[in-house]
Structures are given as C-alpha cells and as structure tokens.
C-alpha cells in the first residue's frame, strides 16, 4: 500500500472556537486512510505581507508556512466571510504564497462551513485562488453546514448529516489525489 497523500487544512479564523476549525479537525478524524490530514496553526504569527520582506531570510513564520506547503499534496481550506470578504489575516497568508515556489499548481479544495451559505467569501476566495495558480478540484466549495461561531469537532462529529457532508469532500480529495 502506498503512503497516504499529504494534506494540509488551512482554517481562515483566529477564533479559538471556530466552526471552520472545527470542520478541518473533524475532517482529520474523518480521513480516509489514503489521506493524512494535518492543521496548520501559523495563522495568527505570520506578519503583514509586505514585498520588501519577501526576500532571504523569510520571516521564520513565514518560511514554516512555505514549507508546509511545499510538503503537501493539496490543501484543504475552511475559511469564514467576514464583512462580504476574506478575513485579513486568510488573506495575509495567502499573500506570503503569492511569491512562493510552493503553491503554484497546488491541488485545493474549499469547504463551506456556514450554514448560512458565506457565498461571498468563497466566490473571492476562489478567485484570489485561481489569480495564485492553484488548481480548485470543485468549482464551489463542498458545503458542511455548521451552526456558526462556538461549534467544536465533537458537535460535527455527532451529527451524522455534517459527516456526510465531510466524507463526501474528503472522497473527492482522495480521488483527485488518487
């Protein structure tokens, strides 16, 4: 058997209890064993994107993002709509990999995790995507349907719909990577 393919869960929110996070966590323990799910949790230390810096030596926050990156097979994102928009600080990551060697190419799969359809976001994300060459496996984001802010894993966990609609994206991941 062949080892499974890497992918890395980019979650958009800085809340400490974030149905996007909580999504990407119950994904993890959802996984097919042809895929092993890992978070990246650097959000919230990469400084502002600025061109002068995007030079050697990377800020090391920086560099441990790339990294991760360039270590995975595809991506799997999660990421909330803020003011019709992605966050800042999502966009301030995928800033830091415009540049990069890593991304371009890279398999990505969106997941919707708001149960009142965050339509907005996910439609510039996309496009912020595409602009960056990355390669969207669907061209809408697989809907997981959470109840919003202060929703945990073990809450999607145990609601058998919500896994549904996890296994059915973390399929197509498989067999996209397959």
Known sequence: MSAPRRVLCLCGSLRRIS??????????????????????????????????????????????????????????IACPEY??????AFKNLLDWLVGSLEFPGKPVLLLNASARGSHHAQQALAEILRTMSAELLSTQAMPVALPGAGCGSAQVLAAAERCAELRVALDRLAAELA
Do not use: C, I, K
């Open 83 to 88: 003011a019709h928009g992605v966050p800042g």
């Open 19 to 76: 149905s996007n996070r909580a999504a990407l966590e119950a994904a993890r323990q959802l996984a097919p064993a042809s895929l092993e799910l890992a978070l990246y949790d650097g959000l919230a230390a990469l400084p502002l994107f600025n061109p002068d810096d995007e030079r050697d030596p990377l800020p090391p926050a920086v560099l441990a993002l790339r990294e991760a990156v360039g270590r995975a097979d595809a991506l799997l």
